[in-house]
């Protein structure tokens, strides 16, 4: 058996400990940032959020289907996205019955807001809520500009089925606090068509 006092002397525990105290001080101070630098912040919800969708810019074509049945609108369809104002707002753009809809989707404050610019002559707002699922995003309506007849956008969500396959469902209120359900499936159109790195 191997004798622990010739092999380790007594003597130098006490220095051990010190050595070790100290690495474990040094460890504590390497993780918080120097006093020159500054912390990175954690992104919001809205920042996460708006981040997932910008990744969809480019062009997209599918179907949709309404509920109830709407033969004008039911059919192929396509959407153009793209990523606007040095990366501050996201463009989307759809013509369900052939009348182009612009849709903007920005950051105000630490809220994710999207105005839908309706056929309708409306412009509905809408503020996206917090869902435990980060691949997907959905808004629910706040106020609207112009008048809310014969129908307008209620809530919208996009969900994020991967990098080339997504689905958008709208929710129009029409008169007598009925609902109209639009479910788009959309496949990417030209996988060439991506946002730029870090936009």
Request: proline letters at 10%; glycine letters at 10%; one cysteine or more.
């Given at each position: 058996?191997?004798?622990?006092?010739?092999?380790?002397?007594?003597?130098?525990?006490?220095?051990?400990?010190?050595?070790?105290?100290?690495?474990?001080?040094?460890?504590?101070?390497?993780?918080?940032?120097?006093?020159?630098?500054?912390?990175?912040?954690?992104?919001?919800?809205?920042?996460?959020?708006?981040?997932?969708?910008?990744?969809?810019?480019?062009?997209?074509?599918?179907?949709?289907?309404?509920?109830?049945?709407?033969?004008?609108?039911?059919?192929?369809?396509?959407?153009?996205?793209?990523?606007?104002?040095?990366?501050?707002?996201?463009?989307?753009?759809?013509?369900?019955?052939?009348?182009?809809?612009?849709?903007?989707?920005?950051?105000?404050?630490?809220?994710?807001?999207?105005?839908?610019?309706?056929?309708a002559g409306n412009r509905p707002r809408l503020v996206a809520r917090k869902l435990p699922d980060q691949k997907t995003v959905g808004f629910d309506f706040v106020d609207i500009?112009?008048?809310?007849?014969?129908?307008?956008?209620?809530?919208?969500?996009?969900?994020?089925?991967?990098?080339?396959?997504?689905?958008?469902?709208?929710?129009?209120?029409?008169?007598?606090?009925?609902?109209?359900?639009?479910?788009?499936?959309?496949?990417?159109?030209?996988?060439?068509?991506?946002?730029?790195?870090?936009?």
């Open positions: 058996m191997a004798n622990f006092s010739r092999s380790f002397p007594m003597k130098s525990l006490p220095f051990m400990l010190c050595i070790g105290a100290l690495s474990l001080c040094r460890l504590t101070f390497a993780q918080n940032p120097s006093p020159g630098e500054t912390a990175i912040p954690a992104k919001s919800d809205a920042q996460i959020s708006f981040g997932a969708l910008k990744s969809l810019a480019g062009a997209w074509t599918g179907q949709v289907r309404t509920d109830p049945p709407n033969p004008d609108i039911d059919g192929p369809i396509q959407v153009t996205m793209r990523v606007a104002s040095g990366g501050n707002v996201l463009v989307h753009e759809i013509a369900p019955g052939g009348v182009p809809e612009p849709t903007m989707i920005y950051l105000e404050g630490d809220r994710l807001t999207l105005v839908h610019y309706c056929e500009s112009g008048s809310p007849e014969p129908a307008y956008l209620h809530s919208f969500v996009f969900t994020i089925i991967d990098a080339d396959h997504h689905t958008e469902d709208w929710t129009f209120m029409l008169p007598g606090g009925k609902l109209m359900h639009a479910h788009f499936d959309f496949r990417r159109a030209n996988e060439g068509v991506r946002p730029p790195a870090g936009k």
